[in-house]
């Protein structure tokens, strides 16, 4: 699954296609046919350009961004524990101390807000690590710690590497103690498959979601103008369309709904 997903994913990013596309170019070149090489690199600039774009990034993203607003946590019910998706680190640096935060890092200030409303007992931490790297429930176990949240609230889930993964590994990791009722954080544009692959398990699930990227006001850079930033967003939506659809033609989702603070009990 991971691999499958990895490898579409690649297909499609804008940067690798965009890549793709000028080699096809200039293969077309080197095999003197101006026309297709033209068409190549013409598509190959525009895949780039509009990806790197605001008006790329947010008819990418925004669809995935809409159906998960940011809820207080007044809004939100209590639960039996609150479950953090990793992806908020970028695992142990070289030349630091432990494991820097990402542009994903308000997940775990979400969480930390959560449990200090007293909405659950407990946060547990779902991230794993290729062998001989530090897991990332660990990185994130470290960051929470130092913001206050005591050892005996932690619960660390070390092995998944994939969102399936996390969804499996916690329900069992839960099962022993009874818990079912869930407040999954998670990024925005990632909760959608987040959400059905949690439901898929059994667990009765609330998205507590954050870290959303779409902006209101006006930007400083004017929406038509390429930015890496506005590229990296892009990016990211790209791959959750492609981890949807590969979960949902391997039957890993339920069906994934939006849970309202006033239907939930």
Known sequence: ????????????????????????????????????????????VIVLYWCST?????????????????FAPEELPNADAIVV???AT???TRYGRGSDLNDA??????????????????????????????PESEAMAEKLKLMG?????????????????NGVNTASLLSASGDRHILLVTSADHM??????????????????????????????PRGLPTVERLVRSTRAIHEWVGFWVYGITGKLAPATVVEPATQT
């Open 105 to 134: 890092a308000d997940r775990l200030f979400t969480a930390v807000e959560l449990y200090r409303a007293q909405k659950a007992p407990i946060l547990v931490l779902s991230g794993g690590a290729l062998d001989g790297e530090q």
């Open 149 to 165: 949240i005591p050892d005996n609230a932690i619960r660390q889930e070390r092995e998944s590497l994939t969102t399936y993964e």
């Open 54 to 70: 605001d008006y790329g990034a947010t008819t990418l993203g925004e669809p995935l961004e809409s159906a998960y607003a940011a």
């Open 85 to 87: 998706l990793g992806g």
């Open 192 to 221: 959608r498959r987040a959400l059905a692959v949690f439901q898929a398990q059994g667990l009765q699930v609330t998205a507590a979601p954050s870290d959303h990227t779409m902006l209101s006001g006006t930007q400083t850079v």
């Open 1 to 44: 699954m991971l691999t499958l997903t990895k490898i579409l994913s690649l297909l499609v990013y804008p940067l690798s296609l965009g890549l793709l596309l000028f080699c096809l170019a200039l293969l077309g070149q080197l095999k003197g046919n101006r026309a297709s090489a033209g068409i190549y690199t013409f598509a190959a």
């Open 90 to 92: 970028e695992g142990v």
